[in-house]
């Protein structure tokens, strides 16, 4: 079994910053990339940024310049640095683990951009 621990999230103001974490354990064989996705309430599912394990990151274009994406392979750990966070960016992140084989999510964290 596979477990992914998303933490982080919370209530920041806009212009704030927030880093989130997710932490994989279990029987993860042949890592190949970690990623981050959100959904916003009534909203469907959205990418929002993605790392191979050799640390090659593709983002979202409404959060490029902004955030960013690392991972720490010996932990199986990835993160997301959120900086100039807006309102938009209110949404539950969830974070993957794509191995070849399988993938696997998260719960979820939830981040609330707000004044």
């Known amino acids: 079994q596979v477990q992914l621990v998303e933490s982080g999230g919370g209530l920041v103001q806009p212009g704030g910053s927030l880093r989130l974490s997710c932490a994989a354990s279990?029987?993860?064989?042949?890592?190949?990339?970690m990623a981050w996705y959100r959904q916003a309430p009534g909203k469907q599912r959205e990418f929002v940024a993605h790392?191979?394990?050799?640390?090659?990151?593709t983002y979202a274009n409404s959060v490029k310049g902004r955030f960013t994406i690392s991972i720490e392979n010996a932990k199986n750990t990835v993160y997301l640095q959120m900086n100039s966070l807006k309102p938009e960016d209110t949404a539950r992140y969830y974070c993957?683990?794509?191995?070849?084989?399988?993938?696997?999510w998260g719960q979820g964290t939830r981040v609330t951009v707000s004044s």
């Open positions: 993957t683990v794509n191995t070849i084989t399988n993938t696997y």
């Open positions: 790392i191979t394990s050799g640390g090659t990151t």
């Open positions: 279990g029987s993860i064989y042949n890592l190949l990339s």
